[in-house]
């Protein structure tokens, strides 16, 4: 056939709009699927995609389903590498949204379920790591589901002795990564214990995460808009919402013990920073932390917030980490008169003292930095 210039093309490339993905994570049993299959049923607004990553015994297969408005299923079931979980995760992570982005104007929103073992970094950083995926996607937030009747022990009220594993990461419980990293905690399954045992399973969370939002439910029963579009890595309602975040972890302060191993610490510095300063600090205490405490425990982040202001810079920036990548992003928020730099911590061996001296040391470093 014969082709004429004049032909118009028939299909016009829809423009879609980047795709949240929430993640739920949570210990085993602690009620993932109940709060999926809840979602699924009680919002009738949004087309949701699900990407489920369940490790199970044998058939080490992973399913991703999108559900259409009226109800109707796009199912793909991808076959598992074998092999170390926390190393195959993020290539199979990006190979399920990969083919589910092919399905792209059929759903409005993706679920990603975790493997009741898996710490959420790796899958969070996909998103931050593949710049193609990152125009189509975007982290919405990371939920947490924990089970109130089993949570104290799952998180070992004592520390855990830290040993090395084969991907020589040091192997921190991973009920208590997925605490560390959770924007929103579901304590779930309140309905097995009694207010003593709850209130002491929230105080240990808070121990670990001052930062995160806390709900308490039967059977992941939520108000589906505190889980949904809750933009936790993106956008000037950060400004707000650390302000906030901050409070909360300054009321918890009391409940962090000094021998416990993952903490929440705040740090405020009212000054501007300068942007090679800013990497600079962030270098040091992502990529170069051996090197940052030279007495006390050794330090490790994982997960980070902050918003700062830069030197000759109108627009403050947005920080997020997770465990040694970050990302910035300028957001819209009048700095004033009064600039500053805040940020939430949450990770092991922090001391409010040496965070606030590495960043004093590091914001007045100009220079040429090549990572931005
Ligand atoms: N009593 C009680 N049981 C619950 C509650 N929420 C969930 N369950 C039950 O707990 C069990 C585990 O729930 P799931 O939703 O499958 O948990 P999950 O986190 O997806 O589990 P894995 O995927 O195996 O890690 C199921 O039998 C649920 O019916 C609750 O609030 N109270
Ligand atoms: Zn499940």
């Not at 118009?8 to 994570?25: D, H, K, N, Q, Y």
């Not at 304590?187 to 009694?194: A, G, M, T």
Request: aromatic content about 6%; charged content about 25%.
């Amino acid at each position: 056939m014969e082709s004429s210039d004049d032909e118009a093309p028939e299909l016009v490339p829809a423009v879609f709009r980047p795709v949240p993905v929430t993640i739920i994570t949570g210990y085993l049993g602690a009620g993932k699927t109940t709060l999926l299959n809840y979602i699924l049923t009680e919002q009738h607004e949004k087309r949701i995609a699900v990407i489920l990553n369940e490790f199970g015994e044998g058939s080490a297969l992973e399913r991703s389903v999108a559900v259409g408005q009226a109800g109707e299923l796009y199912e793909e079931w991808l076959e598992l590498r074998n092999g170390c979980l926390c190393c195959s995760v993020k290539d199979n992570g990006v190979k399920a949204i990969e083919n589910l982005m092919t399905k792209r104007g059929k759903f409005d929103y993706i679920l990603l379920e975790t493997t009741g073992l898996a710490d959420p970094g790796p899958i969070a950083s996909i998103f931050w790591l593949d710049k193609e995926l990152g125009s189509d996607i975007f982290l919405d937030g990371i939920v947490t589901v924990i089970d109130s009747k089993h949570g104290l022990k799952q998180l070992g009220v004592k520390p855990q002795l830290e040993t090395s594993d084969e991907c020589g990461k040091d192997s921190l419980n991973e009920a208590v990564r997925q605490v560390a990293l959770a924007d929103l905690i579901i304590v779930n399954k309140v309905d097995l214990v009694n207010q003593e045992q709850l209130a002491e399973l929230k105080k240990e969370i808070r121990g670990i995460n001052g930062a995160a939002e806390l709900m308490e439910t039967t059977r992941c029963r939520v108000d589906l808009h505190r889980i949904l579009d809750q933009r936790a890595y993106t956008g000037s309602a950060q400004l707000h919402r650390l302000e906030k975040l901050i409070e909360d972890v300054e009321a918890h302060r009391n409940l962090q013990h000094l021998d416990k191993a993952v903490v929440t610490v705040t740090v405020d510095v009212p000054r501007a920073v300068s942007r090679s300063g800013l990497d600079l600090f962030l270098q040091k205490l992502l990529w170069e932390s051996d090197s940052v405490s030279s007495s006390g425990p050794p330090l490790s982040i994982i997960r980070l917030k902050g918003v700062v202001s830069l030197c000759n810079e109108e627009r403050p920036l947005l920080v997020q980490a997770v465990y040694d990548m970050y990302d910035t992003e300028p957001i819209f928020a009048d700095v004033g008169d009064s600039p500053n730099c805040r940020f939430i911590f949450i990770g092991r061996g922090l001391q409010k003292r040496v965070l606030e001296d590495l960043f004093l040391e590091c914001a007045d470093h100009e220079g040429s930095s090549s990572w931005r």
